[in-house]
């Protein structure tokens, strides 16, 4: 069955550091998200990205956070100087149609120390 | 912004029972997706609903859309231990704008005891 899957599992990263979240979307799918999960609250939504483009962002994703689609498969979520308050969950999730049933990833865990 | 409210936060029952969780907007969804969660792990799809007064079951799960398309619940009949987990319902709402985000309950964490 197609799967999205995240790379790493876990990041611990240096607070003012940049770090990359990678995602392998399921493969005929054109909508990709990327959604955050600080412990114990709910999953909030950061961006998405259809055709080359961002089409809608949140309020979460300021000028530190970028995304890209940098070849025909993977689709990255860059924080470029992470802060404390960046550590959470982060979840890929991508979908066939705008709207469409969303299927996420495993999540990567980044904690910024 | 538009918000979900899920209910139950917790809810701890005995194996054999059974129960009903509830997810409510003010706004109208365009759809509705319950998932699953384990710790550690991403949100598992269990079921879309898109037509208002639309019933699906999944095995010992029932989900249910409101006549209205703003509220939703899911019924587990005759729960079981491994059913224990988090719950999360999350919905598109209808707008010009929107590209399929999702907004996200608040989650109702299962524990069913044996």
């Known amino acids: 069955e197609p799967e999205v899957t995240q790379t790493p599992s876990h990041q611990v990263t240096q607070m003012g550091q940049e770090v990359i979240l990678r995602c392998v979307p399921i493969s005929n799918h054109l909508y990709f998200y990327w959604y955050r999960q600080i412990l114990g609250q709910k999953v909030e939504f950061l961006v998405s990205f259809y055709n080359n483009e961002i089409s809608e962002k949140s309020e979460i994703f300021d000028d530190q956070f970028s995304v890209e689609r940098p070849d025909g498969s993977n689709f990255t979520l860059k924080i470029r100087s992470t802060k404390l308050e960046d550590s959470a969950m982060y979840f890929c999730?991508?979908?066939?149609?705008?709207?469409?049933?969303?299927?996420f990833g495993q999540g990567t865990r980044l904690t910024v120390v | 912004t538009q918000l979900l409210e899920q209910s139950p936060q917790f809810l701890s029952i005995q194996e054999g029972e059974n129960l009903t969780v509830y997810c409510n907007s003010s706004?109208?969804?365009?759809?509705l997706q319950w998932y699953r969660q384990e710790p550690g792990e991403g949100p598992v799809l269990l079921v879309t609903v898109v037509t208002g007064g639309e019933v699906k079951k999944l095995k010992r799960l029932t989900f249910q859309f409101g006549d209205a398309r703003k509220d939703s619940s899911l019924h587990i009949t005759a729960a079981q231990t491994g059913d224990t987990g988090l719950y999360l319902c999350?919905?598109?709402?209808?707008?010009?704008?929107?590209?399929?985000?999702?907004?996200f309950g608040q989650g109702t964490i299962l524990t069913v005891h044996p």
């Open positions: 999350a919905a598109s709402f209808r707008s010009g704008t929107s590209y399929g985000k999702l907004t």
């Open positions: 706004s109208v969804f365009s759809s």
């Open positions: 999730a991508s979908t066939r149609v705008v709207a469409g049933v969303a299927f």
